[in-house]
């Protein structure tokens, strides 16, 4: 089970920092990713983190604004500086299980949070 928190309403150049909880297995043999899905757009991979929280990677077109990291037991973070009102979007974490993440491919990912909304205003 994934449980994804720390969504919320912010002003352009702000910050949040959400939280993606695991239970019921172990992030030693799974690795997990964020994704996000804008109004009106696909769904797409922004961050993820090899199994026992190892490698990170992001989205080439981000600048830098998102860090990835994990409290290396149950919860991956996903740090958003600078917010931006295009990045409005649920976000998503998933996990796959494997040693390798996925930002292209959700379709690898075994389940998935429920999701939380993030709105930026100008």
């Known amino acids: 089970q994934l449980q994804a928190s720390g969504g919320g309403s912010v002003q352009a150049g702000g910050s949040l920092r959400l939280s993606c909880a695991g239970s019921g297995f172990s992030f030693a043999d799974y690795a997990l990713g964020w994704f996000r899905r804008a109004p009106g757009k696909e769904r797409e991979g922004v961050s993820c983190i090899d199994s026992n929280f190892g490698s990170t990677y992001y989205k080439d077109s981000l600048g830098g604004r998102f860090t990835i990291s994990s409290d290396n037991e149950n919860t991956v973070y996903l740090q958003i500086d600078n917010l931006k009102p295009e990045d409005t979007a649920v976000y998503s974490c998933?996990?796959?299980?494997?040693?390798?993440?996925?930002?292209?491919?959700?379709?690898?990912?075994?389940?998935w949070g429920q999701g939380t909304q993030v709105t930026v205003s100008s």
């Open positions: 998933a996990v796959l299980y494997g040693s390798s993440c996925s930002l292209s491919l959700d379709i690898l990912y075994d389940f």
